[in-house]
């Protein structure tokens, strides 16, 4: 029975070749764990409005230097895709639900609630819909400048 703890007992196939050993990486390219007030604040804006946000359903590593400066992109019309982009980490499906017609007020809220100039706001694909949410996405954008 092999060591699994021991490399070369878990990997046979390195056995004969040498290890090449990786330099360690910069400090500067580590990403550190979300701690600071602002992450923590904006992560909360965006649960109370129970928003969903690119930055967790991609799975972004720069999601605590963002948040922590109040900045989130903001993806609108649900958190499953239609469609399955290759390059893409969101979920993809038939949409369980329906649109939620009060979550441009809660995207307007959020935004004015982190004090933004700007805002990016995506959606998912939504091709069970006619328009694609085409609406949805401007009552959005209308209740943002509002």
């Known amino acids: 029975m092999p060591d699994l703890k021991q490399p070369k007992q878990r990997h ?3 056995a004969h070749r040498p290890d090449n050993a990786q330099p360690k990486k910069p400090d500067w390219i580590r990403v550190k764990a979300p701690t600071s007030a602002g992450y923590k604040a904006t992560r909360n804006i965006l649960r109370d409005n129970n928003l969903v946000t690119v930055c967790e359903e991609a799975g972004c590593p720069n999601v605590g230097e963002c948040w922590s400066q109040g900045h989130a992109t903001m993806m609108i019309m649900g958190e499953v895709c239609t469609r399955a982009c290759s390059f893409c980490n969101i ?40 328009d694609g949410g085409a609406e949805h996405f401007a009552q959005t954008i209308r209740a943002v400048r509002h």
């Open 91 to 130: 979920a993809t499906g038939k949409p369980p639900n329906a649109l939620d017609v009060f979550e441009p007020g809660r995207v307007a809220d959020a935004v004015a609630k982190l004090g933004l100039n700007h805002v990016v706001i995506t959606s998912v694909d939504r091709d069970d819909i006619a």
């Open 12 to 14: 046979p196939e390195k």
